[in-house]
């Protein structure tokens, strides 16, 4: 007996030094965190999708189980939590990431996702018209705690953070964006600090994020760059905008094992940017820029060999850069000279 007990546990040994075996991290949310299929249709993408650019994916395992639509509460009756909770190991990690639909409908024929509002314990039994089941519908800060409780007694490590920021202000265009601190964001914050979870306030970094792009280059480019026209989703710079700004809260968590597995900043995908060498847009309306430049100083002299170009150029608005293309260059060799 003892000689299988001790085969049994050199098997377990050498099971947990398996490549299969390292530690996921497991996210969970709605199609802020994953659009669709995951794979950028309509140029929409979720933060959840552009995560894993800033871990060392040889050591833990990127799942990103975001589905769009979903509320807290609709994860959880839908089945899809207890499929994300029993494919967790101890030494796991999850994201958690609610809000953005829990102030839907509680009863109604097409979705019925609504939670009840508040981080207390409130319930409410319904007849649901879209399942035609009963069922009792929690508060937002009942199904929190479930994703908690429930994570930890797999063994794993919930992360709460809050939802992130739409492109929206109160204030009008070009106004300070909104916050949810009131509600979904705050109600976030108040779980995770009663469960004791680790809790970053995405909501507040990704606004703080899009008051400092408008300040600087304007709302027309957080439009145009960052958000999908309903101004919740988030195009390719948005998601991965977000997604560093969750990496580096990550790295900030206090006891939080999860920035262990963090790639270290000079070899994250932003460690390239220098603030100061352009992109081919960039060059492009820097060198409009000069033009302008040399027409305001009168220098008509070097300005007859100017190349015509559609419409009138605005260093503020310098146009949308998806409407920018760079034809390949005449007598110009292809091949990179030394030198930066």
């Known amino acids: 007996m003892k000689r299988v007990a001790w085969i049994g546990a050199a098997l377990l040994s050498l099971?947990?030094?398996?490549?299969?075996?390292?530690?996921?991290?497991?996210?969970?949310?709605?199609?802020?965190?994953?659009?669709?299929?995951?794979?950028?249709?309509?140029?929409?993408?979720?933060?959840?999708?552009?995560?894993?650019?800033?871990?060392?994916?040889t050591r833990i395992t990127i799942v990103n189980r975001a589905i769009g639509g979903r509320s807290s509460r609709t994860f959880i009756t839908e089945g899809r939590w207890k499929s994300a909770r029993e494919s967790l190991r101890p030494g796991d990690f999850v994201l958690v990431q609610f809000g953005h639909n829990d102030g839907g409908a509680i009863n109604?024929?097409?979705?019925?996702?609504?939670?009840?509002?508040?981080?207390?314990?409130?319930?409410?039994?319904?007849?649901?018209?879209?399942?035609?089941?009963?069922?009792?519908?929690?508060?937002?800060?009942?199904?929190?705690?479930?994703y908690a409780r429930e994570t930890r007694e797999r063994g794993a490590t919930p992360v709460f953070l809050s939802p992130v920021a739409r492109n929206r202000s109160r204030e009008g265009r070009g106004g300070r964006v909104d916050r949810s601190g009131d509600s979904y964001a705050g109600w976030t914050r108040e779980v995770a600090l009663s469960e004791g979870v680790p809790f970053i306030d995405l909501n507040e970094l990704s606004a703080a994020a899009l008051d400092e792009i408008i300040a600087r280059a304007g709302q027309d480019v957080v439009d145009s760059l960052y958000f999908h026209a309903d101004r919740t989703h988030t195009l390719l710079a948005g998601a991965r905008l977000?997604?560093?700004?969750?990496?580096?809260?990550?790295?900030?968590?206090?006891?939080?094992?999860?920035?262990?597995y963090l790639l270290d900043r000079s070899r994250a995908p932003d460690a390239p940017a220098d603030d100061t060498h352009f992109n081919a847009y960039g060059a492009h309306a820097v060198?409009?820029?000069?033009?302008?430049?040399?027409?305001?100083?009168?220098?008509?002299?070097?300005?007859?060999?100017?190349?015509?170009?559609?419409?009138?150029?605005?260093?503020?608005?310098?146009?949308?850069?998806?409407?920018?293309?760079?034809?390949?260059?005449?007598?110009?060799a292809p091949t990179r000279l030394p030198g930066n």
């Open 15 to 57: 099971a947990l030094l398996q490549p299969g075996s390292k530690p996921r991290l497991v996210i969970i949310g709605d199609s802020t965190v994953r659009n669709g299929a995951g794979d950028g249709r309509d140029g929409q993408w979720g933060w959840g999708d552009q995560i894993a650019r800033y871990f060392d994916t």
């Open 108 to 146: 109604d024929t097409t979705r019925a996702r609504g939670s009840l509002r508040g981080a207390g314990e409130d319930s409410v039994v319904i007849d649901n018209l879209l399942t035609r089941q009963r069922e009792t519908v929690r508060s937002f800060g009942a199904y929190l705690r479930v």
């Open 242 to 260: 977000n997604a560093r700004l969750v990496a580096e809260a990550i790295r900030g968590l206090e006891g939080c094992a999860l920035a262990g």
């Open 287 to 332: 060198a409009r820029c000069v033009i302008e430049g040399f027409r305001q100083n009168g220098l008509t002299g070097i300005l007859q060999f100017e190349r015509p170009f559609p419409g009138v150029f605005d260093p503020a608005r310098p146009g949308d850069p998806r409407d920018f293309s760079l034809p390949p260059s005449p007598r110009v």
